[in-house]
């Protein structure tokens, strides 16, 4: 990674690299004490019996857009409590990738499972975890091998522009160059 202080001012930067301070962070630390920081306490479809957490409930995307605001907050507030509950999400969804490289619930959507992947970016950028690219890397042949029989639709189809945006990322990580070619498909599978 380059040195945090020479970025291009095009270039979007990593969780972690800026450090709130003053009104931003006053403004995380209501988020924290507030509904963010207690949602799996008042929400069940991301409490403890959520499918992403292996349990038998909601099973979309509610868990994995819980998880794209609770990450980056819980890392930039260095929040232990937060932290916690936010690595109980992480260590759940990465054991439950299989050999084949698809993860999480029994669902057969790729619309939620692009959301995980830009909570598993931001989780990695944040602590270089040495699992997640392994896992990323995993899932993108997953989707090289069945996004052709089993083609984006729905949300997937309007979002899949995200998932590119994820393997991009995968890619300048790795230089693995059938990402290129996972991209391309989901490129034609995407609404313009």
């Known amino acids: 990674m380059k040195n945090n202080t020479n970025f291009s001012r095009f270039e979007r930067l990593p969780l972690g690299v800026i450090k709130p301070k003053g009104w931003l962070k006053d403004q995380l630390q209501i988020q924290a004490d507030g509904m963010t920081g207690h949602l799996e306490e008042n929400w069940a479809d991301v409490g403890p019996d959520s499918a992403w957490l292996s349990g038998t409930g909601e099973s979309w995307e509610r868990g994995p857009y819980y998880l794209d605001g609770l ?32 993860f999480g619930p029994k669902n057969k959507d790729w619309w939620s499972r692009m959301i995980v992947l830009k909570v598993l970016i931001q989780y990695y950028e944040a602590t270089h975890d040495g699992r997640v690219i392994p896992f990323l890397i995993n899932y993108a042949h997953y989707q090289k091998e069945h996004l052709e029989a089993e ?20 890619y300048n990580q790795t230089k693995e160059s059938f990402l290129l070619e996972v991209i391309d498909l989901l490129k034609k599978q995407t609404f313009d």
Do not use: V
């Open 151 to 170: 083609p984006l639709s729905e949300w997937g189809k309007a979002r899949g522009g995200e998932n590119i945006l994820s393997l991009l990322w995968l």
């Open 71 to 102: 990450i980056p907050l819980a890392y930039l507030l260095n929040d232990k409590k937060l932290l916690a509950k936010s690595q109980k999400w992480i260590e759940s969804i990465l054991t439950s990738q299989t050999e084949s490289g698809w």
